[in-house]
């Protein structure tokens, strides 16, 4: 429950309500192993968070239009936050990420060997969920859910 405060104070927030800033009680997140090269690493963090977008089209906004009326594709309608952390972290954050049912998508070693997507698909569907040497987990839900996924990640540098 919140109160007002008998203080009063002007801002451009009071107004113009546009210009409050927009707060999510979702999270995108991004979590990669530590030891990837930076090629990898933009790579995996690109094929993770296509997959949101694809199944949960909530998280997209909508399409950008420059001053010239020239179209743009639409976006996320939130930041993707990025962490780093170890193999370990990356296996403790796949088993969170399970048992809490949250929509997510995964990038493993293995993927760096193949080109396309049938082949992306059936390189994941040949290892145990136990096995598999994951590099990449996206996640998206609550922030309190995705930050208990994370606990032990970093931010990204």
């Not at 090269?37 to 909508?62: K, M, Y």
């Not at 936050?81 to 990356?90: D, R, S």
Request: charged content about 20%; cysteine-free; glycine content about 6%.
């Amino acid at each position: 429950m919140s109160t007002m405060s008998t203080t009063s104070t002007t801002s451009t927030h009071d107004a113009d309500p546009a210009a409050a800033p927009v707060r999510f009680d979702t999270k995108i997140a991004v979590l990669l192993r530590e030891d990837l090269e930076t090629w990898q690493r933009l790579n995996v963090t690109a094929f993770l968070v296509s997959g949101l977008g694809a199944q949960i089209p909530e998280v997209v906004g909508e399409p950008y239009e420059d001053a010239d009326a020239v179209g743009y594709l639409p976006m996320f309608r939130q930041p993707v936050l990025v962490f780093e952390g170890t193999k370990e972290t990356l296996t403790t954050a796949h088993a969170r990420v399970l048992s809490r049912a949250l929509p997510r998508a995964l990038f493993t070693s293995d993927l760096f060997a193949t080109g396309n997507d049938r082949d992306n698909r059936a390189a994941v569907r040949a290892v145990p969920t136990a096995d598999l040497d994951l590099v990449g987990l996206a996640v998206y839900g609550p922030k309190n859910a995705v930050d208990k996924v994370l606990k032990g990640a970093r931010m990204h540098p």
